[in-house]
């Protein structure tokens, strides 16, 4: 009889004492970023690197590389599936394909990339970064953390562990400076502790006609089923590219908007009945008047991820776009079906004029 007690109260207790010493773990070690940080070049900056943006037609990248544990063949638990991390071969070949992709679009002036793990148990230690970096070779290199937890234990028979990564903005030009900007995020606890903390990697670079080009990498709240968060956090971002239009300053976002652009009909491509509405919201048409948003509706830039990709039957949609300033005129804007491939994301890319 004692015994059974025992097992019964170890039993209870074991889940117990993981639970308490995974949120203790997370409390002590919780990630406080500034408002506002400067971030330095990773890279060191070659002479090949101008520090003078003398052409006035540019041409942008975005892709969220999803860690390079989303691609083809996988699910997510977060998304109704059923995998958390997956085997360490997928990794090395989704990011192997991620390095490919990147050199073939190499000749871009900026390029973006989100979800960029540099160590962590769901990339298998992979430094994506450093493999990017290589891959592009003299461009300057620039990496905003935004998700640093010791040890994530969700979900309970798989946890996704150590993660330790954020966005990346790779360029042809020697940033005047650059900035890690914290964006507001959720507040539940305790939740908040294993959460990333969402923010904006903005740059500066110099014109030759005294202006300023502003480049702002973003990945927008996804998990957010009231919008509170997501209303905040473009609230804070209008404001800043704001002030610097009236500055006389041209200014570009790009990335994961975790959000449909207007215009789009997000049942386009529904070949299961949707009704998550993390899919279903589209943008503010009249997010800042007179700009302008820059997005492929012909091409699909994200999948659901609640089984493998398959073409016949997963739900895919456009969140990933770019958004310019009343001075900038847009001229080409294409996705690219890479299939999913690599990623849960297919990249995007943009070719823009600076007028005068």
């Known amino acids: 009889m004692k015994k059974g007690v025992l097992i019964l109260v170890i039993v209870i207790a074991l889940p117990v004492l993981y639970l308490g010493g995974t949120i203790l773990l997370a409390f002590i070690t919780e990630f406080h970023p500034e408002s506002i940080e400067n971030v330095e070049v990773l890279s060191s900056k070659p002479t090949s690197v101008p520090s003078i943006i003398k052409d006035s037609v540019l041409t942008f990248f975005t892709w969220n590389i999803g860690y390079g544990g989303l691609g083809a063949e996988t699910d997510f638990f977060y998304d109704g599936g059923k995998m958390s991390v997956v085997p360490e071969d997928w990794v090395k070949k989704y990011t192997q394909g991620i390095y490919n992709t990147a050199k073939q679009h190499a000749d871009a002036d900026f390029l973006f990339f989100q979800e960029v793990d540099r160590k962590g148990k769901r990339s298998h230690n992979i430094d994506e970064v450093a493999g990017i970096k290589k891959t ?4 300057a290199t620039v990496f905003a953390l935004n998700y640093d937890v010791k040890f994530l234990p969700m979900p309970y028979l798989h946890p996704l562990g150590r993660i330790y990564g954020g966005l990346l903005s790779c360029s042809k030009f020697s940033p005047v400076a650059s900035q890690r900007v914290a964006l507001p995020n959720i507040t539940d606890f305790p939740r908040k502790l294993f959460y990333l903390q969402r923010c904006l990697l903005l740059q500066r670079f110099k014109l030759s006609n005294g202006k ?3 480049v702002i990498n973003a990945h927008f709240e996804a998990y957010d089923e009231g919008g509170k968060v997501k209303v905040e956090q473009m609230a804070l971002t209008r404001k800043l590219m704001e002030a610097e239009y009236r500055k006389g300053n041209y200014v570009v976002l ?5 959000i449909a652009p207007p215009g789009f009909n997000v049942h386009k491509w529904e070949k299961e009945k949707q009704n998550d509405p993390l899919y279903l919201l589209k943008n503010n048409p009249v997010y ?13 830039t994200n999948r659901k991820n609640n089984h493998a990709f398959d073409p016949k039957t997963t ?3 456009v969140i990933d776009y770019f958004f ?14 890479a299939g999913f491939a690599y990623s849960d994301h297919n990249p995007v890319e943009m070719k823009i004029k600076l007028k005068k």
């Open 212 to 214: 300023e080009l502003i």
């Open 324 to 337: 310019v300033s009343p001075n900038i005129e847009l001229l080409e804007v294409k996705g690219i079906n």
């Open 136 to 139: 592009l070779r003299n461009d």
């Open 315 to 317: 739900y895919t949609t």
């Open 288 to 300: 800042i008047p007179g700009w302008r948003y820059a997005a492929d509706i012909n091409t699909p």
């Open 254 to 258: 790009g990335g994961d908007w975790n």
